[in-house]
């Protein structure tokens, strides 16, 4: 994770995911300030490659700010966007063509919308992607009732994520779980306690909730989430889509507007190179076969970047590598 000193700093004015009260003095100021300048093309002297870098720029700062590029391009950037597909049920507004596009440039961060700890953050369970980054890896949140410390871990259509109630920061952090009781007792830290009569233990169904200054600008949950706050949990129904005039993908920019299409452009000119997509593809197969619990064979094989990377373990020895001309796994003796 590339960690960042001042993510909300006011001289860059950059949108990230969080509920801070910065955020939105920076969201401000790109929407309707005097910042808001640099990412209208329309009258400009900059060159098309200056607004192409800059339009990469500030929308990767907003989607996977903490993900290095490098990786970006490997693993979430997609090598095309979806094609179009208009079904006979959709009538084209043609007094108004505006609402009849489909806004396809935002779809290149459909992957990133996937992530473990940004589904948190659009579930509402964390004011930042950070925070939800720190839970998954201070291991409160479950993936199908198994804890998950894995933030990258990208989500199916049908996965559940369950919270614990402790760790959400919009309930009263002076609240704790005591140890060996159930989730119905609440103990309050701050209250001394009383060396007096015993008093009865009371319960309490609902903890209390507080929610941080200047939030109501985020409180959204995209339509492709089923959140129960209730319970603290949270299914994953299906992958964010888009259609004539909208798009479930989140983002402070306009989803069909230059600055994703610029963003888009810019890495169409520079290329995935054919290797990368080729080692991305077999990775993706990689995970989808980890995923399977009914795959054949415990020993898998995927030629990448020129070795043969081998996932689980051979009876009678270790594993090692090998190169491509080889049939067989260097084996390495145990004894």
């Known amino acids: 994770m590339r960690k960042l000193k001042n993510p909300y700093n006011c001289k860059k004015t950059l949108p990230r995911m969080s509920w801070h009260p910065q955020n939105l003095f920076n969201l401000f100021q790109r929407t309707y300030g005097p910042e808001s300048k640099e990412t209208n093309f329309t009258r400009t002297s900059k060159t098309v490659y200056w607004q192409r870098c800059k339009s990469r720029a500030v929308t990767r700062a907003y989607h996977g700010d903490w993900i290095q590029e490098k990786k970006f391009k490997r693993h979430y950037l997609p090598a095309s966007l979806p094609k179009l597909s208009i079904q006979p049920y959709q009538k084209i507004n043609k007094s108004n063509p505006q609402e009849s596009k489909v806004p396809l440039a935002a779809m290149m961060y459909t992957e990133v919308e996937r992530r473990l700890d940004v589904v948190l953050f659009r579930s509402c369970f ?3 992607v950070y925070e ?9 949140v479950k993936l199908n009732g198994v804890r998950c410390i894995a933030p990258w871990t990208r989500l199916h259509p049908g996965d559940m994520i369950t919270v614990h109630p402790a760790s959400i920061p919009l309930l ?9 009781l159930g989730e119905a007792y609440v103990v309050d830290i701050d209250t001394p306690k009383k060396p007096s009569e015993p008093s009865p233990i009371t319960t309490s169904l609902h903890l209390p909730f507080r929610l941080p200054a200047y939030a109501s600008p985020f409180l959204f949950i995209p339509p492709y989430l089923e959140v129960s706050f209730r319970v603290c949990s949270m299914v994953y129904l299906r992958h964010p889509t888009c259609g004539p005039g909208f798009s479930e993908i989140p983002t402070p920019w306009n989803a069909d507007g230059e600055v994703m299409r610029l963003a ?21 197969e990689i995970r989808e076969t ?9 020993l ?4 990448i970047g020129g070795r043969v990377a081998v996932h689980g373990r051979y009876q009678g020895g270790r594993i090692g590598r090998a190169r491509m001309g080889s049939g067989e796994p260097r084996m390495q003796s145990s004894i």
Not at 172 to 180: D, E, F, L, M, V
Not at 279 to 284: A, H, L, T
Not at 290 to 298: I, T
């Open 126 to 128: 964390a004011d930042s």
């Open 264 to 284: 888009w452009e810019w890495y169409t000119r520079q290329g995935l190179g054919r290797r990368v997509r080729k080692e991305r593809k077999e990775w993706d």
């Open 172 to 180: 009263n952090p002076g609240k704790t779980w005591p140890a060996g």
């Open 132 to 140: 939800a980054r720190r839970m998954v890896l201070h291991n409160a």
């Open 300 to 303: 898998r094989k995927n030629a």
């Open 290 to 298: 980890k995923r399977d619990p009914f795959a054949e064979g415990h």
